[in-house]
């Protein structure tokens, strides 16, 4: 599985966007962009994946470069609850089989009033 | 409905004794995992079952023994318990190659 580089941490105000940044500069053809977050004292919590296209959901959306080496996770409308730290995660998706999930540091996201 | 629980949430022990964490998942997926989240908060995968089949095994001292009575069952039996075991053991589940969905996490704090 590829790795990823994420900054260690960032603030953002609440009601303004969160943007988050990770590198993944190794990533392979069949590697999808994982983003999953854990709120304090709980268990990481999926948020968001892709493979190529951009993606949006309920939660989030992901925009992936181009060239598929980095990835920015957006929450439109950060509130304190996002308070939270950010894992961006790469592994190849169900053709690979059996794959587990390779936790980095993550970026701990600071929401402030 | 809680998708993926554990129990217990926390657990104090003593060193050398044996311990088992309960894990059921109400999500009808055939992958199961169990995670070590040590003090410096990184989270590392320890097992992952497959329809009641070990197919990760991530060098884990075998004082861990993962069993898997049914696929919606994954318990977690530790051995002779030390210090270094403290930490907050996370289980989860996922459809195969889909997301996973975790516990909330069994504290364990070995004195």
């Known amino acids: 599985d590829a790795k990823t580089t994420q900054p260690p941490s960032m603030d953002c105000a609440e009601g303004r966007a969160a943007n988050l940044p990770c590198n993944h500069s190794?990533?392979?053809?069949?590697?999808?962009v994982y983003w999953y977050r854990q709120i304090h004292s709980q268990g990481p919590q999926y948020i968001i994946h892709?493979?190529?296209n951009n993606e949006t959901n309920e939660m989030a959306s992901l925009i992936i470069t181009e060239d598929r080496k980095s990835s920015t996770l957006i929450l439109p409308h950060a509130t304190l609850r996002d308070t939270a730290v950010y894992y961006c995660?790469?592994?190849?998706?169900?053709?690979?089989?059996?794959?587990?999930?390779?936790f980095g540091a993550g970026t701990r996201l600071a929401v402030h009033p | 409905d809680t998708a993926v629980s554990q129990t217990p949430k926390y657990l104090v022990t003593q060193m050398g004794n044996d311990k088992s964490i309960k894990c059921e998942q109400n999500?009808?997926?055939?992958?199961m995992y169990w995670y070590k989240q040590d003090s410096k908060k990184f989270l590392k995968i320890m097992f992952s079952?497959?329809?009641?089949?070990?197919?990760i095994n991530e060098t884990v001292p075998n004082r861990f023994s993962p069993k898997s009575p049914d696929k919606a069952h994954l318990n977690l039996h530790i051995n002779s318990l030390e210090l270094g075991d403290s930490a907050v053991y996370f289980c989860?589940?996922?459809?195969?190659?889909?997301?996973?969905?975790f516990g909330q996490g069994t504290r364990l704090t070995v004195v």
């Open positions: 989860a589940s996922s459809p195969l190659g889909g997301e996973a969905f």
């Open positions: 892709g493979l190529k």
């Open positions: 995660i790469v592994r190849a998706g169900i053709s690979g089989g059996y794959n587990k999930l390779i």
């Open positions: 079952y497959n329809n009641k089949e070990l197919i």
């Open positions: 190794t990533i392979s053809g069949n590697e999808y």
């Open positions: 999500l009808g997926h055939d992958t």
